[in-house]
């Protein structure tokens, strides 16, 4: 079945600043890839998602990139803010079966 | 208000003990989830169901027994647990390839 690794687990950086968190799938059958963010306390909520006939894609400060060849998909936050400060997971689905999540990455972002 | 409602928030339960989690999804969503989310693990899923009928059971010890009576309602029943089963048990729904969305969650303890 399909399985996900995302690095790195935590991630620190200042207020302005850029954080990319990278995940890596196996199953190359793998069309659907969102990226949900956890507040503490709170559920997963999707922020942005990709669809594998797509190579990237832009929602205001956050973006998605999916290489198919390397079987890889980023999540870029520019001029991140404290309200960024969340864990983020990554997820990848086949199509017909369940989304399948990393392990996770804790961002905080200090002002 | 978020579509998909877990009852009760949170549960304290020995060992013995027979209790139920409860999820309603309120989106018309025909795909029903339960995740299991530990620390420092990632969203570990356990059971899916699609028009009421499972689909996934991913490995799940027998001491958890899913129910989904119809396409809006979802329970796991537990029974004889273990400490090592105390998470946030979360419930998601969804229609055929689109994001999951979950619910608030019920946060185990298992004393």
């Known amino acids: 079945g399909e399985n996900v690794e995302q690095h790195p687990s935590t991630l620190s950086v200042q207020e302005g600043d850029s954080a990319v968190i990278k995940c890596t799938y196996s199953d190359s059958a793998s069309n659907y890839f969102p990226w949900y963010k956890q507040e503490l306390g709170k559920r997963p909520q999707l922020i942005i998602d990709i669809r594998s006939n797509v190579g990237e894609k832009k929602d205001q400060r956050i973006a998605v990139t999916l290489n198919k060849t390397a079987k890889h998909f980023s999540l870029h936050i520019t001029e991140t803010q404290p309200e960024d400060s969340a864990v983020y997971f990554c997820a990848a689905r086949v199509a017909g079966t369940a989304l399948i999540f990393g392990k996770g990455t804790t961002l905080s972002v200090s002002s | 208000e978020t579509g998909v409602t877990q009852t009760p928030r949170h549960l304290v339960m020995g060992m013995t003990n027979k209790k139920s989690l409860k999820c309603e999804q309120h989106l018309g969503h025909n795909a029903m989830y339960w995740y299991k989310q530990s620390a420092k693990k990632p969203l570990e899923l356990m059971f899916v169901?699609?028009?009421?009928?499972?689909?996934e059971n991913n490995s799940v010890p027998s001491r958890f027994s899913p129910e989904c009576p119809n396409s809006s309602h979802l329970f796991l029943h537990l029974h004889t647990l273990q400490p090592e089963d105390s998470a946030l048990y979360l419930c998601?729904?969804?229609?055929?390839?689109?994001?999951?969305?979950f619910g608030n969650g019920t946060r185990l303890t298992v004393t």
């Open positions: 998601a729904s969804s229609q055929d390839a689109s994001p999951l969305h």
């Open positions: 169901y699609n028009f009421k009928e499972q689909t």
